[in-house]
Nanobody, 114 residues
Framework: QVQLVESGGGLVQPGGSLRLSCAASGKIFSGNTMGWYRQAPGKQRELVASISYFSTTYYAEFVKGRFTVSRDVAKNTVYLQMNSLNPEDTAVYYC????????WGQGTQVTVSS
């Protein structure tokens, strides 16, 4: 069983920054991909960013230049540094890990508001 535990969400003003963390534990196969999705109220869940085991990254167009995904393979931890946040970034952010199957975290709320 794989568990993902997220941290780092909260309330931030427009233009501010937050850093999300997600630690995975359990039986994890190497070669996995980790990343982040988000879901805003009334909208579908959308991919934000991902990073492969060998650090190949992907970013959704709407976060390019503002968000940075990174990982510590030894710690099975993925991070999302979010800068220049705007109210449209308000959502629940979900960490995921994909190896032979998909695993999800419980979600962490990010609210961008003045």
């Amino acid at each position: 069983q794989v568990q993902l535990v997220e941290s780092g969400g909260g309330l931030v003003q427009p233009g501010g920054s937050l850093r999300l963390s997600c630690a995975a534990s359990g039986k994890i196969f190497s070669g996995n991909t980790m990343g982040w999705y988000r879901q805003a109220p009334g909208k579908q869940r959308e991919l934000v960013a991902s990073i492969s085991y060998f650090s190949t990254t992907y970013y959704a167009e709407f976060v390019k230049g503002r968000f940075t995904v990174s990982r510590d393979v030894a710690k099975n931890t993925v991070y999302l540094q979010m800068n220049s946040l705007n109210p449209e970034d308000t959502a629940v952010y979900y960490c995921y890990l994909k190896d032979v199957t998909d695993y999800w975290g419980q979600g962490t709320q990010v609210t961008v508001s003045s």
